[in-house]
């Protein structure tokens, strides 16, 4: 019996990582949802991030403090809070979040989640360039790495560029009305848009899969993943900051009520931003930047599943 216990619990232990970036990828299907109905009900994408970070920064700051408190007794250098800093103020999460918004400002949420595809793709070629991860065509892993990336960026491109007749399994609307689809639904948009926004979001993923090869580098210099993920986010909310103060000059676009707006904040600041980056960095320290990335497209048939059945999205053939 004893030895069972043992199995299942080292079997356990070994699925964790898997596990673990499932759910992250049921969070992100929640971000895109969430953060779709903020922008397209009026937030400003930036002053959104400014929020987003700042709960995210509160949520964490206890947890840093009396969980990882021994860390406070170690002698870090100054390097390491510059090192931090620069982490985030060179193209990786402040850039990456507030293209994020702006473009899904301009798309859907399953295509938001739709091109999250790419990151495989772009964190595995960035990899390889920083030698970080091997690629090997003479072994069926090398391939298959090879052709992943391909795939992924291929059926991206797909989604953002083809769009065939609508898929009318959940008669949502009147069947002789396809005006009323384009006009009534949240994610409508024109085609000028649509293509805006794509290439907004791919810039946005590049700096997303930056960030996550460096988390590997800087987990080295910094094992307090709390910690580092609360520095990370105070940086940013200070940098998205200046970013939203600059774009934004109407004060009452950061008046927050109880609705959808608050709702969003909190859901992006707290779960994904305070619990879903620690998740991330701690899968990174235990499989690597590459792992971490390859489930993503998860994220896509989630996405589109409840957006169908919430906002009520219209879904192609092609995509």
Not at 42 to 49: D, I
Request: glycine share 6%.
């Amino acid at each position: 019996m004893k030895t069972l216990f043992c199995y299942v619990g080292s079997m356990v232990e070994s699925y964790k990582p898997y596990i673990a970036m499932l759910l992250v990828q049921f969070v992100y299907a929640g971000m895109a949802l969430f953060s779709k109905a903020a922008v397209a009900k009026g937030m400003n994408p930036f002053v959104f991030v400014v929020y987003r970070q700042a709960f995210a920064s509160f949520a964490l700051a206890p947890f840093a403090f009396f969980l990882e408190r021994l860390f406070i007794i170690y002698s870090y250098t100054l390097y390491i809070y510059i090192y931090i800093l620069l982490s985030v103020n060179h193209s990786q999460l402040t850039l990456s979040l507030n293209l994020y918004y702006v473009a899904i400002n301009y798309t859907t949420a399953t295509f938001a989640a739709a091109t999250t595809n790419t990151i495989p793709a772009i964190t595995f070629v960035m990899a390889g360039l920083l030698r970080m991860e091997s690629v090997s065509i003479k072994h069926v892993y090398g391939i298959a790495k090879v052709l992943g990336s391909i795939t992924g960026v291929s059926g991206a491109l797909v989604f953002a560029f083809v769009k065939g007749p609508p898929l009318k399994f959940m008669n949502w609307y009147h069947p002789n009305s396809q005006k009323q689809i384009a006009d009534t639904s949240i994610n409508a948009c024109s085609l000028e848009d649509w293509i805006k926004g794509a290439l907004i979001m791919l810039a946005a993923n590049t700096a997303w899969s930056l960030w996550l090869i460096l988390q590997g580098q800087i987990i080295k210099e910094y094992p307090a993943k709390i910690r580092l993920t609360s520095l990370q986010c105070f940086f940013s909310c200070i940098q998205s900051c200046f970013w939203a103060v600059a774009a934004e000059r109407n004060p009452s676009a950061w008046k927050l009520g109880w609705d959808t707006h608050l709702l969003s904040i909190v859901y992006c600041g707290v779960i994904v931003t305070g619990i879903t980056y620690w998740v991330q960095v701690w899968a990174i320290e235990k499989r690597g930047p590459v792992f971490t990335a390859i489930f993503t497209p998860f994220a896509l048939i989630i996405t589109a599943i409840f957006s169908v059945f919430l906002w009520k999205e219209t879904l192609y053939w092609g995509r």
